[in-house]
């Protein structure tokens, strides 16, 4: 691996979609990209440039509103190359409003071994997503264990569901192997990036520790998250997905010592959604509220039904939701 090496590309759509920049496709500014610490938004003629830095594995983008990208927002870092260009697509099946409100569906804890048995519920929220026009689907973990890490993003990506799906890593998903991400990372990529849809900034962060011990450290999530937000403007909402709720006070400060820690609440968080309790639950907190999804394919520990839940986001970031009950036909 080429530690500090400087890393260049750009950003395009991809309009042809043949996976590579062709003379003529829009070069996108202001999209941020990250190496895993330091985080830059693209010029004005859509180039970027990071220095890397140790223990780097991939490049990603913050995926600018109103585009997706298959999944692929990011690239392994591979010893030699040092050019990565992003191509994006143009989002047509979503809701977006002109003033920046728009929906998306969050699922958690699906825990599966196989693709058996798996058609009911996954019809349900592609149908629910695609019907609304939903923004992206978010899975925040536990997909589960080495079985269904393998097989998970095949169902759900994507393509398939007719939105954009995103994934988070759960304390089950961190598995045997030379460190507990390394499955995930293969094939799911890194397991903390941004995104943007709307007015929102939406960040993914993982869990920091599970059946096997992280090669990442809470250390590293800082430090990119601490460059991430820098390159947020003031007043921009944003909205944190985990496997797991950071506090059970009323703030959420994301640190690693007395000195050096990230009050979310000043960079107007507006909700810390999660998964792993197996419990519907929502909590107001300072500022934002936390928001606990159950598995939509065998209920919660606390009796609760099936369900998937579907978020709403006005145009200041304030977010409503309900629960969609898997397996009630129409």
């Known amino acids: 691996m080429c530690l500090n090496a400087a890393y260049t590309g750009k950003v395009y759509v991809d309009s042809n979609r043949n996976g590579k920049y062709d003379k003529g496709e829009k070069l996108l500014e202001g999209v941020m ?20 830095h140790t223990g780097e594995k991939f490049l990603f ?19 030699g190359r040092e050019q990565y260009d992003f191509g994006v697509l143009p ?85 045997k192997g030379k460190s507990g991400e390394e499955l995930y990372e293969d094939i799911y990529g890194p397991v903390y990036y941004s995104f943007d849809v709307g007015n929102v900034h939406y960040i993914v962060t993982p869990m920091l520790g599970g059946d096997y011990r992280p090669g990442y450290t809470k250390e ?27 506090t059970t006070d009323d703030k959420f400060v994301y640190g690693i010592n007395e000195s050096e820690f990230i009050d979310l609440d000043n960079h107007n968080l507006k909700a810390w959604i999660y998964g792993h309790l197996h419990i519907n639950h929502i909590r107001k907190h300072q500022n934002a509220v936390s928001i606990c999804t159950s598995t939509p394919i065998r209920g919660g520990i606390d009796h609760a039904a099936a369900a998937f839940r579907a978020i709403k986001v006005n145009g200041k970031g304030w977010v409503a939701s309900e629960l969609r009950y898997t397996y009630i036909n129409k």
């Not at 990209?33 to 990071?50: E, F, I, K």
Request: hydrophobic share 35%; aromatic share 10%.
């Open 33 to 52: 990209v990250s190496d895993g610490l330091n985080v830059v938004r693209t010029t004005g003629t859509g180039t970027y440039s990071l220095a890397g």
């Open 220 to 246: 590293n999530v800082y430090r990119w998250l601490k460059n991430d937000l820098a390159q947020i403007p003031s007043g921009k909402p944003i909205i944190v997905f985990n496997h797991d709720l950071l």
């Open 91 to 175: 989002l047509h099946s979503v809701d977006i409003a002109s003033n920046g409100a728009h929906s998306f569906v969050h699922v958690s804890d699906t825990e599966i071994s196989s693709k058996e048995g798996q058609e009911d519920w996954l019809a349900n929220i592609r149908d629910y997503a695609i019907n609304e026009k939903a923004a992206f689907i978010i899975h925040t973990g536990d997909i589960c264990y080495e079985p269904g890490l393998k097989v998970h993003l095949s169902m759900m990506n994507s393509e398939n569901m007719g939105v954009p799906v995103f994934y988070c890593i759960g304390n089950h998903d961190l598995v």
């Open 61 to 79: 983008i913050t995926t600018p509103s109103g585009y997706y990208t298959n999944h692929k927002h990011y690239y392994r870092i591979v010893n």
